[in-house]
């Protein structure tokens, strides 16, 4: 003889529907707080610095721009966003660092400081962090370029 399972009261129905809802509404606003920041939405927010994980496509290439006194050399270029709403300046800190083989029309791909600017923004990696060290990265033609100070740049 098989046993009838005990009928639910209105109690345990509520824990049973309550409790998926909870962990649903917690997974979505964890993903929403973990999601990172966009070149556009720092730019449409005039986000005086922040860190921004993004990409884009090469539109122009600029001239290598030469540290001053002590200060860092850039590989620098254009860059549209992927959602091709927002052109911005991309500079590689080549101090430390190997320069990226960078041709217009390729996909580059970051994680970097953002630093507003009118006419689109300025986007640096690697950067000083609050720590002092260098974070951030570029990702270009499947291979990782980063400061030579914490890692060494290799093959994704």
């Known amino acids: 003889m098989s046993k009838k ?11 049973l529907i309550t409790i998926p809802l909870v962990v649903f509404a917690i ?20 986000l005086r ?6 990409g884009g496509h090469i539109i122009q290439i600029l001239p290598v721009e030469p540290g001053v006194a002590s200060g860092p050399a850039y590989q620098r270029c254009r860059v549209r966003s992927r959602d091709g709403q927002t052109e911005f300046l991309f500079q590689y800190n080549i101090t430390g660092s190997e320069t990226i083989p960078l041709q217009v029309g390729r ?8 630093q507003y600017d009118p006419r689109g923004g300025i986007v640096e990696a690697p950067f000083k962090g609050k720590s002092g060290r260098y974070q951030g990265w ?7 370029y980063y400061s030579h100070e ?7």
């Open 107 to 114: 996909l580059i791909q970051f994680f970097g400081e953002y």
């Open 27 to 46: 997974f979505v606003f964890a993903n929403y707080m973990s999601q990172d920041l966009t070149v556009t939405e720092a730019f449409q927010q005039q």
């Open 138 to 144: 570029a990702v270009y033609e499947n291979r990782r």
């Open 5 to 15: 399972p005990p009928e639910l009261t209105w109690q345990d129905s509520a824990i």
């Open 49 to 54: 610095k922040a860190e921004v994980r993004d």
């Open 150 to 156: 914490d890692h060494s740049s290799g093959n994704l």
